[in-house]
C-alpha cells in the first residue's frame, strides 16, 4: 500500500545550499507542494527570501520549525547542532514527528546522546542532484524510525534520491562517493568540455555532450547491473580510437587520481 504522505509538512532546521535542494528536488518532481515546507535559519530575511522563491513558509527559529512540521530536517553544520536543538529536544520526543540529520560526521548514536532515547531519527549525507530528482541519499542502516515513519521516509525521498543503505562505519565513505564526487564529476564534464573545445566545438554543446553523456552511463548501469569494466570494454575495439584515449588516461594516473581525492577526503576528516 502506497504511503500517504499528502498532509505531510516538511521543516528545515538550517535552510542553505544543501537544504534548498533538497526542497526544490522534492517540489520539481510534485513529491510535495511548496506549503508543504517550512524552514527557519540565523539570518530570517534570506530564509524568508529563499522560501518565498519556492512557495514555502519561513519561521523564525526552531520551536516554531517544529511546532508546524512532521518531519525535521537537521540540515545545519554539525558543530551547531546542539544550539540549534536545544530549545527543542523535549519537542521531538514521541512517534509524532521524527528528523532525518544531514550533517556530515553525526551519526545515530549522536542523536541518542543529544535527544534521548523517545526521539526518531534517520540520518543521511545527500548530494546535490537531489534538486533534479537524481540524488543519493547515503543512509544509516540504524536508526529509530518506526515502521510507519520508514514508510513515510522512503515514499518522501526515494522519488528524488537513490536511497542506499549502508553501515555505520561506512557513512564516511560512502558520502565520499557519492556526495563529494560531483565536484570531482563537474571537472570531469569541464575537461572533456575544453578538450572539445580545443577541437572546435562550441562550449554549452560540449557541456551538454559531456553531461549527458554521465548521466546515460549512469543510468544503463543502475538499469542493467553491467560491471563498470565490462561497460568500458564494450566501447573499446581492437585497435581503435577509444582504447588509445583509455590507454592514456592510465598512462596519466587517472584512477589513481580518483582514488587518491577519495582518500584525502577520508583522510582529512
Do not use: W
Request: hydrophobic content about 45%; proline content about 3%; overall charge negative.
Amino acid at each position: 500500500m502506497t504511503q500517504d504522505i499528502s498532509g505531510i509538512t516538511i521543516g528545515f532546521i538550517g535552510f542553505g545550499n544543501m537544504a534548498q535542494g533538497i526542497a526544490k528536488g522534492l517540489i520539481n518532481k510534485s513529491v510535495i507542494a511548496g506549503e508543504q515546507i517550512v524552514a527557519n535559519s540565523g539570518h530570517f530575511e534570506k530564509v524568508e527570501r529563499d522560501c518565498a522563491a519556492i512557495g514555502a513558509k519561513a519561521t523564525h527559529n526552531a520551536k516554531e520549525t517544529v511546532s508546524e512540521a512532521d518531519v525535521i530536517v537537521v540540515a545545519v553544520k554539525p558543530g551547531v547542532i546542539e544550539a540549534a536543538l536545544a530549545d527543542v529536544i523535549e519537542d521531538l520526543q514521541g512517534d509524532n514527528k521524527f528528523v532525518v540529520s544531514i550533517a556530515a560526521g553525526r551519526t545515530l548514536d549522536y542523536y541518542r546522546n543529544l535527544l534521548g532515547e523517545q526521539a526518531h531519527v534517520q540520518c543521511v549525507i545527500p548530494n546535490t542532484p537531489v534538486e533534479v530528482g537524481q540524488g543519493v541519499f547515503v543512509t544509516e542502516n540504524a536508526n529509530t524510525l518506526t515502521d510507519d515513519q520508514r514508510a513515510t521516509f522512503e515514499a518522501l525521498f526515494s522519488p528524488v534520491a537513490l536511497i542506499e543503505r549502508v553501515d555505520t562505519n561506512l557513512m564516511d565513505i560512502g558520502s565520499s562517493v557519492a556526495g563529494c564526487a560531483p565536484a570531482f564529476t563537474a571537472i570531469y564534464i569541464e575537461a572533456l568540455a575544453d578538450a572539445g573545445v580545443k577541437y572546435g566545438l562550441q562550449r554549452e554543446t560540449a557541456y551538454r555532450l559531456a553531461a549527458k553523456m554521465i548521466e546515460g552511463v549512469g543510468a544503463l548501469y543502475l538499469d542493467t547491473g553491467t560491471n563498470p569494466g565490462a561497460m568500458k570494454d564494450a566501447v573499446c575495439s581492437p585497435g581503435g580510437t577509444t582504447i588509445k584515449g583509455v590507454a592514456e588516461l592510465e598512462k596519466q594516473g587517472f584512477r589513481g587520481a580518483v582514488i587518491s581525492g577519495v582518500e584525502a577526503i577520508q583522510t582529512g576528516r
